[in-house]
């Protein structure tokens, strides 16, 4: 068979029965300080497009068989979200058991911590959504949006999840944060998923979005009938969304008793996306620039900062954050995830900094 897949355990010869009876993908094999981890394909040309590297991987066939493959050089303690692009469209991995939505896998390398709480789920899994739905037609923001709501546990103190439909459709959030309650990781909660619709526009650091949620929805909550503690709401946003989060902790005091922050965009300033290279501003952007500029008093606000090992472009602009921020008087909390700029890296941090927001 050559040294190729033996290298990763396989058996059997590639493109036959026997092999693809026993085939599993991805896996990896020591390389140096990282890895070197194979993705196999049954069927034809193929390519791997990966959420956090940098290129696309064409896949080579493996003779005159059916068996296409790509070896890929992958750091220590990488979680990465791939997908794999064919004639057709974009397609889960059928021989990885661990999937965010139809078109996604997640691969790992063996030495990352593992995830708990979340469930693995293929491709065809429908995830179970919250049976809590409300109809919120904002007047400040125009439109209308579908908000589900969970009581986990009960119910608790709101966690407000932006980008909600991401944690709804790829990463089932409800069924990890049902699971973390009842081992007692997680202390019970409202989740609210709340959808975004033009997501580069609302959570610039607009002042609309934030206003919204506290005069139309939270109202509208307590209208439904929600068990839910309104004394204490969370955000939980990653990217962007963490970037608004925190924003909405300074332009609202008092709104938010914590903020879950994953690979906040704290590059972010007025027309730092119309630049070539939006990362190549001034460390912190504009929250860092306000949190200078305000001196803000954030006692009584936690914060939690997460963001991933792999981001090295991201850590100037949120470590200045980050420490501007405890400087304000917020109880901080700070991690590195072995990740990039990955959801599946992110999940890994939202169900212990929620937690550890809500002491």
């Given amino acids: 068979m050559g040294e190729t897949f033996a290298r990763y355990g396989l058996t059997g010869e590639p493109g036959t029965e026997q092999f693809w009876q026993a085939a599993r993908s991805p896996v990896s094999a020591p390389d140096g300080g990282g890895w070197m981890t194979l993705f196999l394909w049954r069927g034809g040309p193929a390519t791997l497009s990966f959420e956090s590297l940098p290129e696309p991987v064409p896949l080579a066939r493996w003779g005159e068989t059916d068996c296409w493959y790509a070896e890929v050089a992958m750091p220590a303690r990488l979680r990465v979200t791939y997908r794999i692009l064919t004639g057709d469209g974009a397609h889960a991995d059928p021989l990885n058991p661990v999937g965010a939505g139809g078109e996604r896998s997640i691969a790992a390398t063996p030495d990352v911590p593992g995830q708990p709480y979340w469930p693995a789920i293929g491709p065809d899994d429908v995830l179970p959504l919250p049976e809590i739905r409300l109809r919120w037609t904002s007047a400040l923001l125009g439109g209308r949006r579908t908000v589900r709501v969970h009581p986990a546990g009960g119910g608790g103190p709101l966690v407000l999840l932006l980008d909600g439909d991401d944690w709804l459709y790829l990463h089932p959030a409800m069924t990890a944060f049902d699971a973390a309650v009842a081992d007692g990781a997680v202390p019970p909660v409202t ?55 925190l924003y909405a902790a300074l332009e609202f005091p008092g709104l938010l008793a914590g903020v879950a922050c994953q690979s906040g965009s704290f590059w972010w300033a007025p027309g730092a996306e119309d630049r070539t290279d939006p990362l190549d501003g001034l460390p912190g952007g504009a929250i860092a620039a306000r949190l200078e500029r305000d001196r803000p008093d954030l006692s009584g606000l936690r914060v939690a900062f997460d963001v991933g090992e792999h981001e090295r472009r991201m850590l100037p602009h949120c470590e200045r954050v980050e420490r501007l921020t405890e400087q304000a008087g917020a109880a901080v909390r700070v991690s590195r995830s072995p990740s990039g700029h990955d959801r599946a890296g992110w999940r890994g941090a939202l169900l212990r900094d929620v937690a550890w927001t809500l002491g």
């Avoid at 609302?202 to 839910?228: N, Q």
């Fill in 191 to 245: 989740l609210v998923f709340l959808p975004a619709r033009d997501r580069e526009h609302e959570y610039a650091c607009r002042p609309e979005l934030w206003r919204a949620v506290r005069d139309e929805l939270l109202p509208l909550i307590v209208g439904g009938g929600v068990p839910a503690d309104l004394g204490r709401l969370v955000a939980a946003g990653q990217s962007l969304g963490g970037l608004s989060a």
